[in-house]
T-cell receptor, first 115, second 112 residues
Framework: SAVISQKPSRDICQRGTSLTIQCQVD?????MFWYRQQPGQSLTLIAT?????????ESGFVIDKFPISRPNLTFSTLTVSNMSPEDSSIYLC????????????FGPGTRLLVL | QKEVEQDPGPLSVPEGAIVSLNCTYS??????FMWYRQYSRKGPELLMY????GNKEDGRFTAQVDKSSKYISLFIRDSQPSDSATYLC????????????FGKGTMLLVSP
């Protein structure tokens, strides 16, 4: 199956700054997703990224705060803008397909701490 | 009522035990059911994938879906310390890149 990687694996940032997280898949995939995982909480979908179109955001998430790029079929970025300590979380990207369009395969995650 | 309910645990068992992990859900439209395993500081890894009701077995793992009761289970036979992880259930309503709804995850600890 395809291999998915994320950079950075972790970061510590100051409030008010922005961080861009990169997600790379080693084969072409149609749909990529970005999630947030907070301690003791379910994985929460931030947005769905389809190549060549604007990302689709879930309720409670807006493009100004979480801009997403999907320039090709193997790569996506998520930016966490104007960060506050409440943005401290694990951010995960995933892609669907390869054995079932309903299944998703996840990257290792980016652990973000905002001071 | 949350869409997907999952006991967070931790569930502690001795090595060799049979483990039962469960989720209940409220949305009758869910048709596709998945179990993910997540080790500490790692991303979720797909373990099992089933469609509609029934059982599916893969080695020491068995996934069971009862749509009439809105209840899914993951059984682990002959549990090993390497099975210690958080297990997340996930489900979706339709085909064609549907979004997944996750439980909070159950932490499993298997002691040698």
């Amino acid at each position: 199956s395809a291999v998915i990687s994320q950079k950075p694996s972790r970061d510590i940032c100051q409030r008010g700054t922005s961080l861009t997280i990169q997600c790379q898949v080693d084969s072409q995939v149609t749909m990529m997703f970005w999630y947030r995982q907070q301690p003791g909480q379910s994985l929460t979908l931030i947005a769905t990224a389809n190549q060549g179109s604007e990302a689709t955001y879930e309720s409670g998430f807006v493009i100004d705060k979480f801009p997403i790029s999907r320039p090709n079929l193997t790569f996506s970025t998520l930016t966490v803008s104007n960060m506050s300590p409440e943005d401290s979380s694990i951010y995960l990207c995933s892609f669907s397909g390869q054995g079932g369009q309903e299944t998703q395969y996840f990257g290792p995650g980016t652990r973000l701490l905002v001071l | 009522q949350k869409e997907v309910e999952q006991d967070p645990g931790p569930l502690s068992v001795p090595e060799g035990a049979i483990v039962s992990l469960n989720c209940t859900y409220s949305n009758s439209a869910f048709q596709y059911f998945m179990w993910y395993r997540q080790y500490s500081r790692k991303g979720p890894e797909l373990l099992m994938y089933t469609y509609s009701s029934g059982n599916k077995e893969d080695g020491r793992f068995t996934a069971q879906v009862d749509k009439s009761s809105k209840y899914i289970s993951l059984f682990i036979r002959d549990s090993q310390p390497s099975d210690s992880a958080t297990y997340l259930c996930a489900m979706s309503a339709g085909s064609g890149y549907s979004t997944l709804t996750f439980g909070k995850g159950t932490m499993l600890l298997v002691s040698p």
